[in-house]
């Protein structure tokens, strides 16, 4: 009903950027909140940022200052600008949005497939 696309991961530098991008389609009614969460090797996924349809945002607290979360709403995207990269940022990063559908008239919690972010030292 919803697909979430991502975008934009790769292999950088320590203390380079990347930004990601992740587009939703599919039969939305309206997006809630949107955001990207991560997943090490060998650890459970977290929070990394997100983003409310009215802009307000929420970071880890490990990416404050250095990730910033935005979104366009026209477009269904959301973006993070990854900045001053570390090696323990490396991971999966997985978009996350909190939509309802036409289909199903109701808030339902959907997610991309993942995109590849690696740090080197």
């Known amino acids: 009903q919803v697909q979430l696309v991502e975008s934009g991961g790769g292999l950088v530098q320590a203390g380079g950027s990347l930004r990601l991008s992740c587009a939703a389609s599919?039969?939305?009614?309206?997006?809630?909140?949107m955001g990207w969460y991560r997943q090490a090797p060998g650890k459970q996924r977290e929070l990394v940022a997100t983003v409310t349809s009215g802009g307000s945002t929420n970071y880890a607290d490990s990416v404050k200052g250095r990730f910033t979360i935005s979104r366009d709403n026209a477009k269904n995207t959301v973006y993070l600008q990854m900045n001053s990269l570390k090696p323990e940022d490396t991971g999966v990063f997985y978009c996350?949005?909190?939509?309802?559908?036409?289909?199903?008239?109701?808030?339902?919690?959907?997610w991309g497939q993942g995109t590849q972010v690696t740090v080197s030292s």
């Open positions: 996350y949005c909190n939509t309802r559908t036409w289909a199903t008239l109701r808030y339902d919690d959907y």
């Open positions: 599919g039969r939305i009614m309206s997006l809630n909140t």
